[in-house]
């Protein structure tokens, strides 16, 4: 089922779901929520471990939000994986 987002359902705050990302010839799913603030949202996704934020720039594409002690120091946060699955989450969003 595509993930749609309906800005006029006040009720939805939360949602659950799954970014699948093929990376290094492996087919991964990253477990996610989306968050809704007022008009406004991200997804909060764990790459491996890690929570990364992804919300829309004013190009309205998506970036990712990490805390910077946390990117400098781990090596399990990597720029290309970061890229796919921003892609993901904008083709899931068409």
Do not use: W
Not at 4 to 33: C, G, H, R, S, W
Not at 49 to 57: A, K, L, N, Q, S
Request: without cysteine; negative net charge.
């Amino acid at each position: 089922m595509p993930f749609t987002i309906d800005y006029l359902n006040p009720i939805l705050m939360d949602y659950d779901l799954e970014v699948p990302v093929t990376y290094n010839n492996q087919e991964l799913i990253f477990p996610a929520k989306f968050i809704q603030f007022g008009y406004s949202y991200k997804f909060e996704i764990d790459v491996n471990g890690i929570t990364v934020f992804f919300e829309r720039d004013e190009e309205r594409n998506f970036r990712a939000i990490i805390d910077h002690f946390i990117e400098r120091r781990d090596d399990r946060i990597n720029k290309e994986l970061m890229q796919l699955i921003a892609e993901s989450l904008t083709a899931m969003l068409k």
